[in-house]
């Protein structure tokens, strides 16, 4: 009779603990990720999850500049007229400053730091520099050209381009756009003839413009700080101004050159920049005085 009664508990119990693990089977999938009891073959409903969704920040682009602007501009190949060009410049008075025959250590350092007090008016110059020369100050071309400065070729050793065979006039020229090119990492665009002396001959086998001056200051003759100062201060829009950055006397008149133009409301751009915003497009052997 014991025995009977034990076997029947047993049974209980074990039909007791089947119940329970059958009723938590159940549970668990019932509570995992199917609340509704929905068919759980083909809806699948995503579980929570502890992650933060992730948030779409876009990235702010800074508008660009007028200087990024004007460089993302195609270039013009072709001749056209002024006032055509979306060019922030093409309605400011312009200036060409134009440096000659340096660079030249201190001299050139002295006129640098004042177009670098000036960056902020977008001041810019041009130096007509001597291959020879810019072997020896390299690092005063390439303090030129990280400021915006415009370092274009004066030929080698400033010979006389109309009196040499052609030969020497072109290594006189390219090995200048060599040596400039390996220093800035940008060939020169523009060529002034020393003398400005050009001529049938010059004109064919110079492949680049042929950058003079409208205002010649004659720096180099004077050789008076007040004097280069008067003649420079004649600029008016379009204007070339020739100078010489190997006297301290020179150095000393762009110290004050730069600033009077500025206050007058003149921008100082170097010669390609001033062509470019005329709308004057720049033809190879072809002279230029000015650029108006
Ligand atoms: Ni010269």
């Not at 502890?50 to 007028?66: H, K, L, R």
């Not at 979306?86 to 440096?99: C, H, R």
């Not at 670098?116 to 072997?135: I, R």
Request: net charge negative.
């Amino acid at each position: 009779m014991n025995r009977i009664v034990f076997i029947y508990i047993r049974a209980f119990f074990v039909m007791l603990i089947c119940a329970a693990m059958l009723f938590c089977l159940c549970g668990c999938t019932v509570n995992d990720n199917n609340p509704n009891n929905v068919n759980n073959d083909i809806v699948e409903v995503p579980k929570p999850t502890s992650y933060p969704t992730p948030t779409f920040v876009p990235t702010v682009e800074p508008s660009p500049t007028p200087e990024q602007t004007a460089a993302a501009t195609p270039e013009v190949t072709g001749a056209i007229m002024p006032g055509e060009t979306d060019n922030p410049l093409s309605e400011e008075k312009l200036v060409a400053l134009t440096f000659d025959d340096g660079p030249y250590g201190e001299v050139t350092n002295r006129i640098l730091d004042v177009v670098e007090q000036y960056a902020e008016y977008g001041v810019h110059v041009t130096f007509f520099a001597l291959g020879s020369q810019a072997e020896k100050f390299p690092n005063t071309v390439k303090r030129a050209a990280d400021l915006g400065c415009e370092v274009a070729n004066h030929t080698y050793s400033h010979k006389n381009l109309t009196k040499i065979s052609e030969d020497e006039r072109t290594s006189q020229v390219e090995d200048t756009a060599d040596i400039i090119e390996s220093i800035t990492g940008t060939r020169s665009k523009l060529v002034r003839p020393p003398y400005g002396a050009k001529n049938d001959d010059v004109r064919a086998t110079v492949k680049y413009p042929l950058i003079l001056w409208s205002i010649d200051t004659l720096d180099w003759k004077t050789r008076d700080t007040d004097s280069t100062v008067a003649e420079a201060l004649k600029a008016v829009d379009g204007d070339i101004v020739l100078m010489h950055d190997v006297r301290d006397d020179t150095a000393a008149a762009a110290e004050q050159i730069i600033p009077a133009l500025v206050e007058q409301g003149y921008k100082l751009v170097t010669v390609s920049e001033m062509f470019e915003a005329k709308g004057i497009a720049l033809e190879n052997g072809k002279a230029y005085r000015k650029a108006r």
